[in-house]
């Protein structure tokens, strides 16, 4: 088989930069080792910044997303005895939405635009030094394969083959503490999102719909989560949201997923080598605190996809050239973004750092400078910035 562009992964950012490129009059083929059923069922991310919706609503993709995910004009954050609002609108005029990484999955697989492959194995990028690279790979039926391109787009993650074939410099830092996370078939207890500070570890308040809530607790790494009970789980829930605070109350529902992330911060540079382009996790991880992994996956496959367009369209290489530098300035301010706000919220058991996160917290809450910072970073920076 020969493409313009061999995508791998089939994920949120292989099937949106498929549609893009489809949109753009250029030729991709899809690769991913999983199942279609396992990829649309992976719980990830839940909230989308203004810049990511706008953008899908551009291209087709936003008519669910309007019509059933929910647009937030906030934060609530937390600490014993305060609890403040951050109005995003009032201090920078965007928002932000709640609409899971599986309703993204939805929408692009109804669009119907990728030529996707699924559950191939022994997926092998060759040549990518060259003009003619190409991947090599067992299809379902284990018959082998051999994919020609002028393009490899890796989008396949922290543990695809895509990031292993780039010889580039990586940046990381793993956090002492990991977030136990929970999906409960109840309504949530607040309109939206509570990030809350709490001697015993941060906890967070988030949702998927108006019938199922997304909860979290900071936990030790290692952790089992067999080892939390639901009742222990609901109970330390409401003491670190702070329930009775102004007469709030957590309603418990029941757990239908229990399950432990790891927190950590990644960047690889540059995110190009020779015709192999990467995006998305394959290049960078951010902690959850920030909400911010598939926003930046959405902000890179965006700019490749312009680039790549205007290569093979109007020969021009001027963007595909300027990609790595481009896409990593936004990485890295959302990284610093994802850390300083996973450090703010975050306990070490060390009562310095206590007092320097509950003085940022006073700081971010009475200052309009300090909540502006925030709102801006959260409700997401234009793509391209």
Request: hydrophobic fraction near 40%.
């Amino acid at each position: 088989m020969r493409t313009q562009v061999a995508i791998i992964g089939a994920g949120p950012a292989g099937l949106l930069l498929s549609h893009l490129l489809t949109r753009g009059g250029v030729d991709s083929v899809v690769l991913e080792t999983r199942s279609q059923e396992y990829v649309a069922s992976r719980i990830r991310a839940g909230l989308l910044e203004q810049s990511s919706v706008d953008l899908l609503t551009s291209v087709g993709l936003g008519d669910r997303l309007r019509a059933e995910g929910h647009e937030h004009r906030g934060i609530y954050l937390n600490w014993p005895g305060e609890r403040h609002h951050l109005d995003f609108v009032d201090l920078t005029g965007r928002t932000v939405w709640v609409y899971g990484q599986t309703e993204v999955q939805k929408d692009l697989v109804a669009a119907g635009t990728a030529d996707a492959r699924y559950e191939v194995t022994e997926v092998t990028l060759h040549d990518v030094e060259t003009d003619r690279p190409f991947v090599s790979y067992l299809d379902r039926d284990g018959n082998p394969q051999r994919l020609d391109a002028d393009v490899i787009a890796g989008c396949d993650g922290s543990f695809g083959p895509s990031r292993h074939a780039v010889p580039s410099e990586s940046f990381e830092r793993v956090y002492p503490y990991s977030w136990l996370g929970i999906l409960a078939e109840v309504a949530p207890s607040t309109d939206e999102l509570i990030y809350a500070w709490h001697p015993n570890g941060f906890a967070l308040h988030s949702m998927r719909s108006p019938t199922v809530s997304r909860l979290y607790l900071q936990v030790p790494n290692g952790t089992d989560p067999a080892s939390w009970s639901d009742d222990r789980v609901w109970q330390e829930l409401a003491t670190r949201l702070g329930q009775g605070q102004d007469g709030w109350k957590l309603t418990p529902g029941p757990i239908t997923d229990k399950s432990v992330l790891p927190m950590r911060s990644y960047v690889q540079t540059p995110m190009r080598h020779g015709n192999l382009f990467l995006a998305g996790d394959a290049a960078h991880i951010v902690p959850p605190t920030g909400a911010k992994g598939l926003n930046l996956a959405i902000a890179d496959v965006t700019l490749l996809a312009g680039a790549l367009v205007a290569r093979f369209k109007s020969n021009d290489t001027t963007l595909a050239d300027s990609y790595s530098d481009d896409a990593l300035r936004r990485v890295w301010r959302c990284t610093h973004f994802s850390w300083w706000m996973t450090t703010m919220l975050h306990t070490s058991g060390d009562p310095f750092d206590a007092q320097l996160q509950l003085s940022q917290l006073k700081w971010v809450t009475s200052s309009t400078a300090g909540a502006t910072g925030l709102a801006e970073n959260y409700a997401g920076l234009p793509i391209g910035f």
